[in-house]
């Protein structure tokens, strides 16, 4: 199984819309989670963080859940700007309190049209 | 400077040549990261740093990676005899100490012919 699965997409949705997508993540001894989002030709930017049961911040919503091991987002009236991969991020494993590596996983592709 | 800066911004090499990225992280951020992103793929980790110490090079694909930050600022990252297969956008990414958030440079695409 791989470390972070993700649909790739993409998903066309409408202007309006919501949408939602899931991730699957392998290593239960993740503890912290992200969503990042990377515009076409662009660097990954941090969307979101997600700790405990979940996290929201105005139309975006990340959900954990630990036992099934999968984190969502969910977009609320999806804007034109929106139109970006959406990237799950887990945390690897920490170095004596510095900080582990972040696993990308590919990527959800969404696309919302006018 | 405000940001994550890396140069260059494209690279082509031909095969077998040696590479030198640069990554200048945003000044006072302890952790820096390289990345690896091939085309529709999501970055994968190459290696980090913390200052100048370089704790975890797990993701280096060959022996013919080689990252160093010498001074616990700026960090290169060099290819020798570089391959097609090594045609990606190679990403650094910098954060504070205690602070998840990564920022990332723009990136180095580079073209292996």
């Known amino acids: 199984r791989k470390e972070v699965e993700q649909d790739p997409g993409p998903f066309n949705v409408p202007e309006g819309a919501t949408v939602a997508f899931n991730c699957t993540y392998s290593n239960s001894a993740s503890q912290s989670f992200f969503w990042y989002r990377q515009d076409c030709r662009k660097e990954p930017k941090l969307l979101m963080s997600?700790?405990?049961s979940g996290n929201e911040d105005g139309r975006f919503t990340a959900q954990l859940n630990r036992a099934s091991q999968y984190i969502s987002l969910l977009i609320r009236d999806s804007k034109l700007s929106d139109s970006a991969t959406y990237l799950c991020?887990?945390?690897?494993?920490?170095?004596?309190?510095?900080?582990?590596?972040?696993?990308f996983g590919k990527g959800t592709k969404l696309s919302v049209k006018p | 400077g405000a940001g994550v800066s890396q140069s260059p911004r494209y690279k082509v090499a031909k095969r077998g040549q040696d590479v030198a990225l640069r990554c200048d992280p945003i000044?006072?951020?302890?952790?820096l990261f390289w990345y690896q992103q091939a085309l529709g793929q999501g970055p994968e980790f190459l290696t980090y740093?913390?200052?100048?110490?370089?704790?975890?090079k797990s993701g280096l694909p060959s022996d013919r990676f080689f990252a160093e930050r010498p001074e616990g600022s700026v960090s290169t990252l060099k290819i020798q005899r570089t391959q097609q297969e090594d045609s990606a956008v190679y990403l650094c990414?910098?954060?504070?100490?205690?602070?998840?958030?990564?920022?990332f440079g723009s990136g180095t695409q580079l073209s292996v012919l």
């Open positions: 000044s006072g951020h302890v952790s």
């Open positions: 990414a910098s954060s504070l100490p205690g602070q998840e958030k990564l920022f």
């Open positions: 991020v887990p945390k690897g494993w920490n170095y004596g309190g510095s900080q582990g590596n972040l696993i």
């Open positions: 997600v700790y405990s």
């Open positions: 740093f913390q200052n100048e110490a370089q704790l975890d």
